[in-house]
């Protein structure tokens, strides 16, 4: 198994990990833990595409990746900061318990 | 270079487990940390410096730490009473292994298994700098508008609402 | 005869790898590199608690330690021996495992980060390309540590304390981050190395090249120290560990040798975060005066260090503590604009030829902002006449 297809199978398991956290988790931020892996895991997905690439000096796979970071830690601010102010609002962080358009 | 490989995969996949599995949300967080610090570590080893680094400022000292507080403030300190379980888990579990089979037949039938490792690119940073400056600089801009965005949002949401009871 | 005592260090470093075997000598290179420096700024943090607590004596008109040994300079051997056979006790409802890594999560990245600083000529342990961006991640790491610390005591001042502590280390990274980005943007280049080399050379008049000599690199190096000594949690930003305030802070329920490991990793920092300081602004392993290079470049590094740690002491004896929110204030509404206007400054320091035009730029582009910041954030209140009571 070549180097790149080790990368790509840690990558894919560290996405389905997130992926299954941020679906069957009941605490809201568990679930923004979630998908703050399956995004790294995505960037790991790119960085080593990048590395076994024919043209590294072109250097688009760490283009995306800054990018991507910065990114998603913005979208983790907000994410939190939403969290926060429901809690506000429902004195609870439990997802399951936010429904109040549930038909 | 292959231990090195297995170390820090074991390290972070079994740190992901830990942050997705433990009962305790502030000891979810601190492994997380962990598995932050293993991708940065994954980084290092494919040769983007840069990018390791990085991944180790924004995502180790502000998003863990964003994530700390977050858990503080909505009172997620204390150990949870019911199921850390949400209901539906089931269905969840069942999409998971569909999609990680997927991807790693994927990757099993694709030409990459086979293929042979090129050599180490040098990146220097000040490659990255004139990539952002010259071909990326766009992106560059709007991802400066989008943070400040984020953040004037983040402060507008979080905030204590003022005259109302 | 100045040259081998300048490469003293790194001659024996050569001869005792050439005693190892050919495949190990990598690694065998690396590890007396590394002893040497965790030697040298361990030895630095025992002389630097004795020469505090004696400056700090003497600055409030006491006598500092003055038993153990001559005028008391064995006091850290002492200190360190009640350190280590005092009893450990953890509570019972802290947290366990939490409790146990936050001393070591406080202490690895103090030492880790000595890796890209150049004690002298030729002698940096690592020459990463992005240098300075690895200081600051690993130095981002110290934040999470405290709050390990705070939050496993299961103690209501110890998690008051680290939220503070963390609250204030957040805050200034922003400011120190911004002043180191005006130097490097002038180098063009990451690595600590290359820093050292641009600042190498005297000017016309004999002041040498370093960047504090410059009016963006002056108020880039005031920026910087003042927002060290708030990472690093010194007077007069102590308010996460004030003594008289929540007593210790993020670390009361900490006792015996963990507690030394704290203090270590608190001045470990401080030594650290100053030899940035020394690197980017003050001219690394440079000699200040074209005449004086015949001392090896690694004591003038240690000189400067003594210098600045010297300072932090002066601050810590004269300074009283700041108020939680005096010190946001001054963070985020004077420190970033500042910091902001010091990148401008720089860049047109840079574009402009050589001459007293731009330092008069410069100079005005440093003290316009800070007088009219100034003003502008003290203009609501209602200072007194400073009145003066003396004893009767």
């Given amino acids: ?103 | 270079m292959n231990i090195i490989f297995a170390i820090i995969a074991v390290g972070t996949i079994a740190a992901a487990v830990a942050a997705m599995s433990l009962r305790n949300l502030v000891h979810c967080a601190l492994a997380l940390t962990v598995a932050f610090a293993g991708l940065a570590a994954a980084y290092l080893q494919l040769g983007a410096q840069f990018v390791g680094f990085t991944q180790l400022l924004v995502y180790v000292g502000a998003v863990a730490i964003l994530i700390v507080f977050a858990i503080l403030l909505t009172r997620g300190s204390e150990p949870p009473q019911q199921s850390v379980l949400s209901s539906g888990w089931p269905a969840g579990i069942f999409v998971t292994v569909i999609v990680l089979g997927v991807l790693v037949y994927a990757i099993g039938k694709s030409s990459i298994v086979q293929a042979a490792a090129p050599a180490q690119p040098e990146v220097t940073v000040r490659q990255i700098g004139d990539a952002l400056m010259n071909k990326f600089v766009l992106p560059l801009e709007v991802v400066g508008l989008l943070l400040t965005a984020a953040l004037i949002g983040a402060v507008i949401i979080a905030m204590k609402e003022e005259g109302k009871k | 005869m100045t040259d081998t005592a300048d490469q003293i260090f790194v001659t024996l470093n050569h001869l005792l790898t050439g005693l190892a075997p050919a495949a190990w000598q990598p690694l065998v290179a690396a590890v007396i590199s590394i002893a040497g420096i965790i030697g040298a700024f361990a030895t630095l943090f025992a002389i630097t608690t004795v020469l505090e607590r004696k400056g700090l004596g003497r600055i409030q008109n006491r006598y500092g330690p003055n038993r153990v040994g001559p005028c008391g300079f064995l006091q850290p051997a002492a200190d360190g021996i009640k350190a280590i056979i005092k009893e450990d006790i953890v509570p019972r409802a802290a947290d366990k495992v939490v409790h146990f890594l936050a001393p070591l999560m406080v202490v690895i990245p103090a030492f880790l980060v000595y890796a890209v600083l150049p004690v002298g000529r030729n002698m940096v342990l690592v020459d990463y390309d992005a240098g300075v961006l690895f200081f600051f991640a690993i130095g981002a790491a110290t934040e999470l540590s405290v709050f390990m610390a705070g939050w496993s005591s299961r103690n209501k001042y110890s998690l008051l304390g680290a939220m503070r502590a963390i609250a204030q280390m957040i805050s200034y990274e922003i400011p120190l981050i911004l002043s180191a980005v005006t130097v490097i943007m002038i180098v063009g280049s990451l690595s600590t190395t290359k820093i050292v080399d641009a600042q190498a050379g005297y000017h016309a008049i004999g002041l040498p090249n370093w960047f504090v000599f410059t009016p963006w690199g002056f108020a880039g190096f005031i920026l910087f120290m003042v927002a060290a000594t708030a990472e690093t949690n010194r007077s007069p930003f102590d308010l996460p560990e004030g003594e008289s305030e929540i007593i210790a802070g993020y670390y009361i329920e900490y006792s015996g040798f963990k507690f030394a490991l704290f203090f270590l990793g608190e001045y470990m920092g401080l030594f650290a975060i100053s030899g940035l300081g020394i690197t980017l602004f003050l001219g690394g392993w440079h000699a200040p005066l074209a005449f004086l290079e015949v001392a090896p470049s690694w004591f003038w590094f240690f000189a400067k260090l003594l210098t600045l740690i010297f300072g932090f002491i002066w601050i810590r004896g004269t300074l009283p503590r700041l108020r939680m929110d005096q010190l946001m204030n001054f963070a985020w509404k004077f420190m970033l604009p500042m910091a902001l206007i010091n990148i401008i400054s720089a860049a047109i320091w840079h574009f402009m030829p050589p001459g007293y035009e731009r330092w008069l730029v410069g100079a005005a582009l440093v003290i316009g902002p800070y007088v009219l910041l100034g003003r502008g954030l003290m203009a609501g209140r209602k200072l007194e006449k400073r009145t003066y009571r003396f004893a009767e």
Avoid at chain 1, 24 to 42: S, Y
């Fill in chain 1, 1 to 103: 198994m070549s180097p790149l297809a080790a990368y790509l199978i840690l990558s894919a398991f560290l996405f389905a990990i997130g992926l299954a956290g941020a679906l069957t988790r009941r605490n809201a931020i568990i679930v923004l833990i979630g998908i703050e892996l399956m995004l790294n895991a995505a960037n790991l997905n790119f960085i080593a595409f990048w590395r076994f690439s024919d043209h590294p000096e072109a250097l688009t796979g760490i283009m995306f990746v800054i990018f991507s970071i910065g990114v998603a830690a913005a979208e983790a601010a907000v994410g939190l900061a939403l969290i926060i102010a429901i809690y506000r609002h429902y004195k609870t962080a439990n997802v399951d318990e936010v429904n109040s358009l549930k038909g």
